[in-house]
C-alpha cells in the first residue's frame, strides 16, 4: 500500500494557527489595557476582562485543537466568527454615529460571547482521524 506524504501545516493549517495566535494577542490587550480601552470605547473594565478571558480561552482552544480537528469545521467556525464580528462592528459603528453610548458594548459583548460559543462548537466537533491512527491500524 502506498502513503502519500501530507504536508505538516497547509494553508488551512496556518490559517486556523494564525486566528488563534490573533485571539491570543487580542486577549492580551484587552487584559493588560482594559482601563485605557474600556475609557477609548465606553465600555465598562470589567466586560473588556472577561472578554479577554473568553479570548483567551477561545485562542488556547482553537491552537490546541489544529491537529485533531477537520480544517472544514474550522473554516465554518472562523467565517462565522469573522461575519458575526463585521456585522457587530457596523453595528456599534451605526449607533455610535447616531449618537449612542452602547456602540463599544455591541462590539466587545460580541467578543466575550461568540469566542466560547466558537470553542464550544469545535470541541464538540468529532476528531479527525491522524496519519499515525491510520498507520496504527490493525490490518485486517
Same mark, same amino acid.
Given at each position: 500500500?502506498?502513503?502519500?506524504?501530507?504536508? $505538516?501545516?497547509?494553508?488551512?493549517?496556518? *490559517? =486556523?494557527?494564525?486566528?488563534?495566535?490573533?485571539?491570543?494577542?487580542?486577549?492580551a490587550a484587552c487584559?493588560?489595557? =482594559?482601563?485605557?480601552?474600556?475609557?477609548? $470605547?465606553?465600555?465598562?473594565?470589567?466586560?473588556?476582562?472577561? @472578554? *479577554?478571558?473568553?479570548?483567551?480561552?477561545? *485562542?488556547?482552544?482553537?491552537?490546541?485543537?489544529?491537529?485533531?480537528?477537520?480544517?472544514?469545521?474550522?473554516?465554518?467556525?472562523?467565517?462565522?466568527?469573522?461575519? #458575526?464580528?463585521? !456585522?457587530?462592528? $457596523?453595528?456599534?459603528? !451605526?449607533?455610535?454615529?447616531? *449618537?449612542? @453610548? /452602547? #456602540?463599544? %458594548?455591541?462590539?466587545?459583548?460580541?467578543?466575550?460571547?461568540?469566542?466560547? /460559543?466558537? +470553542?464550544?462548537?469545535? $470541541?464538540? @466537533? =468529532?476528531?479527525?482521524?491522524? =496519519?499515525?491512527?491510520?498507520? %496504527?491500524?490493525? +490490518?485486517?
Open positions: 500500500m502506498t502513503q502519500v506524504a501530507t504536508p $505538516l501545516v497547509t494553508r488551512r493549517t496556518a *490559517g =486556523a494557527l494564525a486566528d488563534g495566535i490573533f485571539k491570543v494577542l487580542l486577549a487584559l493588560t489595557a =482594559a482601563a485605557p480601552l474600556g475609557g477609548l $470605547l465606553g465600555v465598562p473594565v470589567w466586560l473588556l476582562l472577561v @472578554s *479577554g478571558v473568553a479570548l483567551l480561552i477561545c *485562542g488556547g482552544i482553537e491552537l490546541g485543537c489544529t491537529r485533531s480537528r477537520s480544517m472544514r469545521t474550522y473554516t465554518r467556525l472562523m467565517v462565522a466568527y469573522d461575519t #458575526g464580528w463585521v !456585522l457587530t462592528a $457596523l453595528v456599534g459603528f !451605526l449607533v455610535a454615529w447616531r *449618537g449612542g @453610548s /452602547a #456602540g463599544g %458594548e455591541v462590539w466587545v459583548g460580541y467578543q466575550t460571547v461568540a469566542p466560547l /460559543a466558537f +470553542a464550544v462548537r469545535l $470541541l464538540a @466537533s =468529532a476528531p479527525t482521524r491522524t =496519519a499515525l491512527d491510520v498507520t %496504527e491500524s490493525p +490490518a485486517r
